[in-house]
Each structure stands twice: as C-alpha cells, then as structure tokens.
C-alpha cells in the first residue's frame, strides 16, 4: 500500500472527452436498449462485432476487476458479455494478503487461495474462477494484453490473440518499482512483491534464509519485516529517510513503532543509500553495500521502495505526467471514448480536497471499480468522491505477542496533536486552521474505528488545547465525536 500522489487542483488541466463526438455514430447492439440508449447519452461506445462475449473488456486481474465484475454481475450485465484478460494464473484476488498473511511462515497459519479471492476483503462473496464461468464470465489467464488499437476497438495478447471490445476498462494497477541490474537488482534472492507469484518466490527464500534485508521503509518493508519476524530470521531494514514511513506517520509516531520492530529484534539503519547488491560465487545475492563503503550480509533481500503505474500498450492516451497513470474524469472516463481506467493506474480528481490525485490502495481500487461501472451501465452520473483512506496489520500470527492495526482516514496537513501511550492504542490527530483535516488511530474498537472516516469527511472545527488535554485516546475520540455535533 501507498500513499496518494496528488498534483494541481481538479479544475487544472483535466482532459474531459466530449460526449457529441463523432466517433458516437457507432451503432449500439440492439439489445442494449435501454440501458444501451443511457450509455450512449453519456458517450460510452459500444460495438457490433462477431464475439458477443466481449461487449465489455477488462484488463489487469487485480482487485479493481474482481470488484468490476461483480458491479457488473449486479447489474445483470455480465453473462456472455463480460471478459477480464489477466497475466496471471489466477483470478482476482485481494492483493493486500501477500504482504501479510500470505508471509506467515507453514505453523502459523498462512493465508492461501482460494480463501483470499475477491471479493471477501470488502466483505462479499468469495469469487472463484468457478464463480466466473458461472456467472458467464470470459477469463483470459496468463495471456497479458500487449497492444491495443484505439480506432478499431482491438486489443491484441502476448499470444497474439486478437480481442475486439465496446467498452474497455483499464485495471493493470502497477508494477514494482526496481533496482537496475547492473548493481544487482536481478540476482537470485532479490524480491519484489506484487502479484502470488512474487510471494511464493520469496515464501522459498524465506525457507532457507538466516539474515534478510528489507530496502524501503513504507508499507511492503513494515509488513514484510514483520512477516520475516515470524520465520525468526535477522532482519534489518534499510531506507534512505530519517524515520518509517514519512509520507503519513509524525516522528513521534514513527519512532513508536519502530520500538516495537525493534522489540521483535528488527534492525534499523536510517539515511542510507544503496550502493550495489552483491553476490557470492553461486550468483546469488550475499550483502548489501551501501554508500559509504558499509555493507550488510543478507542472503534474502526484498527491495520495496513504491511502484510505477502499469501504462503498457496505453500511452497514446491521456497521461497526467505530475503524477503518473491515466487521466480520467470524475467517472473514470479517459479522453478517448469507451475507454476507462480504474485503480493505481487513474489519475483522478480528488472531490474532496480538489485536486488531482492518484491512489494505491486496495480500498480506492474497490471503489473507483464500483463507480466506474454503475457509471457505464446506468444513469449514475455523480463524481467520484473518495476519502483517502490508509490501513496496515502487521503482526497478527500465531504467538505473536502484540498485534498492530490502524487506521488512517482524511488528510495528514496541518498541525498534529498525538494522544495515548500505545499500550496497545494511540491516536494523531491532524488539525488545519482549526479544523480536524485527518486521523489515524492504533487498536481502535469497532465503533471508534467506524467513527474515523466521519471526523475526516465533516472536518469538524476542534479545540485543540481541549484534544491534547484528553487522557485517553478514548476521551481524545469523544471529544472528536461531540465536534461533529456542535
């Protein structure tokens, strides 16, 4: 998971497709009325062509399409005219898990599919690849899309498979981002995580390993590090700034849990730059060197420092270049008509905040999933509104002795105040020109939990003196709570 990368304001730059243009004349399949007549009000093409299976095609296998699918089995507009096209050998599934559960060592319990398919993560039915070729869904598996051609609605396959489309949404999230070959970014024991095959690669390392390096100090070197934990390897993370994930915690929070790592027996080396990653006689990697001449024996490294949006055979359409991905409107609809991106992959405008933003997030991808296909196949024509929201659980096995969750919602500008002594709960409250812009709490209950993304949503005029004064984080979250209500 990461932070949002966020640009100008939404009113700035943002390339909307006219709906009276002229590549409209297409002609709608019969049997789209009236939903079809809806659609096309709206600019959304459709196309007649011999496979009636692929009115609507989706690429990229990942949380956003299994959410997608499920929008459009809801709407009764899947069956025999839905198909998803994938690079991997499995169907869509809750992409989070591999940095966490999936990790745990054999004994403890790991998450395996088919228990983490989409949709269960938010809640839903667990969608097997049973569950599409039920619900008459057309799955491409290992075959990733490799060209398309805009005018004539044809994607083609790294087989060669050509694939016409009506409407097409673009769900490839990202990839990994990576370190050069040249200093040792492909040797044998060099991790990257995005999709199950990474994890098993690195679930066989894990096995044998006695000392891992972990290089990044966001969200995959928090959760792989606790993950490493539990195979009781020596672990040490290494990151170039001066705390753990600096886009979002305080220093005070940061170094909070940073004390737990460290009580887990994790290593920190802080402010420090990578070198080269160098290999024994067998090729694989034994030690990271760093900058200053220091170097740390590692026989396992898992390098997690952020992801590029998956552009692929789509960089002919709109791309916003502050922030990377594909430039949509506030219903996911790119310049060019019929076309759509969902995702880590869409740079969308960001209601809320007004300003343009682009999110990693399993929540963001269920969400614009959602949106984005009520908004092609109905009257649906409200904007896209997300509240950032960010989570992480790490910890959680068998014999662990403290388990961590939190939860952030809203915005992390302004001044904070931080409230509790975590043990086992905290909170940090971000206060701007006396208004509650985020909050961010650790342990929390169900209800207070429930209660978050209200505080950041309303932004509710707050005494900070009165906030900092609380006791508890419970009495810090009443004090939120009664704000709301003044």
Same mark, same amino acid.
């Given at each position: =998971?990461a932070l949002?990368?966020?640009t100008?304001?939404a009113?700035t730059?943002l390339s909307?497709w ?6 409209l004349?297409?002609?709608?399949p ?7 007549s809806?659609?096309?009000s709206r600019?959304v093409v459709?196309a007649?062509f ?6 609507? &095609?989706?690429i ?8 997608a ?5 809801e709407?009764? =507009?899947?069956d ?5 096209v994938? !690079? +991997?050998?499995?169907?869509?599934? +809750?992409?989070p898990?591999l940095t966490? @559960?999936?990790?745990?060592?054999p004994?403890k319990?790991p ?6 398919h ?7 039915e667990?969608q ?5 070729k039920?619900?008459g869904i057309? =799955?491409?598996?290992?075959?990733? &899309?490799?060209?398309?051609?805009? +005018?004539k609605?044809?994607?083609?396959t790294?087989? *060669?498979?050509?694939?016409k ?9 990202c990839?990994?981002?990576r370190?050069?070959d040249?200093?040792g ?11 199950v ?7 066989s390392?894990?096995? $044998? #390993?006695?000392?891992v390096v972990i ?10 590090a606790? @993950?490493?934990?539990?195979?009781n ?7 170039p700034?001066? %705390? ?7 220093p005070s929070?940061?170094?909070?849990y940073?004390?737990l ?5 994790? !290593?920190f080396v $802080?402010?420090a730059s990578?070198?080269?990653? +160098?290999?024994?006689s067998?090729?694989r990697?034994? @030690?990271? !060197?760093?900058a ?5 024996e590692a026989?396992t ?5 952020g992801?590029k949006?998956a552009?692929?055979?789509?960089e ?6 502050s922030?990377?991905?594909? %430039? ?9 008509p019929g076309i759509?991106?969902i995702g880590?992959v869409?740079a969308f405008p ?17 969400r #614009?999933?959602?949106?984005c &296909?009520k #908004?092609?196949?109905?009257?649906h024509?409200?904007t896209?509104d ?5 989570y #992480?659980r ?7 002795s403290? !388990?961590?969750w939190?939860?952030?919602? *809203?915005?992390?500008?302004g001044?904070?105040?931080? &409230?509790?002594?975590?043990?086992p709960k905290?909170a940090?409250?971000?206060i701007d ?10 342990s *929390?209950?169900?209800?207070?939990f429930?209660?978050?993304?209200k ?8 005494? $900070?003196? $009165?906030l900092a004064?609380a006791?508890?984080?419970e009495?810090?979250?009443e004090?939120?709570? @009664?704000?709301?209500?003044?």
């Open positions: =998971m949002a990368s966020t100008l304001p009113k730059g909307l006219c709906p009276t243009s002229p590549s004349a297409r002609r709608l019969a049997r789209f009325s009236p939903i079809g809806r659609i096309a600019g459709t007649s011999a496979n009636e299976n692929r009115e609507f &095609v989706i990229g296998g990942g949380n956003a399409a299994g959410y699918a499920r929008t459009f089995v709407n009764g =507009m899947a025999g005219r839905l198909c998803i994938t !690079k +991997e050998a499995y169907a869509p599934y +809750e992409r898990a966490k @559960a999936y990790l745990f060592p004994e319990k998450a395996r599919l088919p228990g983490f989409t949709c269960v993560g938010g809640g839903g667990r097997t690849p049973d569950w599409y039920e619900k057309e =799955m491409i598996y290992e075959d990733p &899309v490799t060209g398309a051609d805009f +005018e609605q044809t994607l083609t790294n087989t *060669g498979k050509q694939l489309y009506g409407s097409l949404i673009i769900a490839t999230g990839t990994a981002s370190f050069p040249k200093i970014g492909n040797l044998p024991g060099v991790h990257y995580i995005r999709e095959a990474d994890a098993d690669s690195l679930i390392s894990l096995g $044998k #390993s006695k000392k290089v990044g100090g966001g969200y995959i070197g928090m959760e792989v606790a @993950a490493a934990v539990a195979w390897l020596d672990t040490t993370i290494v990151f700034e001066d %705390q753990l994930l600096q886009r979002l915690f305080t929070l940061a170094q909070r940073e004390e790592y460290r009580q887990n027996g994790v !290593k $802080k402010g990578i070198n080269n990653l +160098e290999a024994g067998d090729g990697v034994t @030690a990271v !060197k760093l200053d001449g220091s170097t740390i026989d490294v898992v390098i997690g420092i992801a949006p552009i692929g055979p789509f002919t359409l709109s791309m916003n270049k922030i990377g991905g594909i %430039q949509v409107d506030g219903l996911f609809r790119t310049s060019t759509f991106a880590d869409a960001l209601k809320i905040y007004d300003r343009m933003t682009r999110v990693e997030h399993v929540d963001h991808a269920r #614009s999933a959602q949106h &296909v #908004s092609l196949l109905t009257a024509t409200d896209y997300y509240l950032p929201y960010f #992480s790490v910890f959680e096995y068998e014999g662990s403290r !388990k961590v939190w939860q952030f919602y *809203g915005d992390n500008v001044e904070t105040v931080e &409230v509790g002594n975590f043990d905290i940090t409250f971000w020109s006396g208004r509650l812009k985020g909050v961010l709490v650790e *929390g209950s169900p209800e207070e429930q209660l978050l993304p505080l950041a949503r309303s932004q509710p005029i707050v005494d $900070k003196a $009165k004064s006791s508890s984080v009495e810090a979250i004090i939120a709570q @009664a704000a709301l209500q003044s």
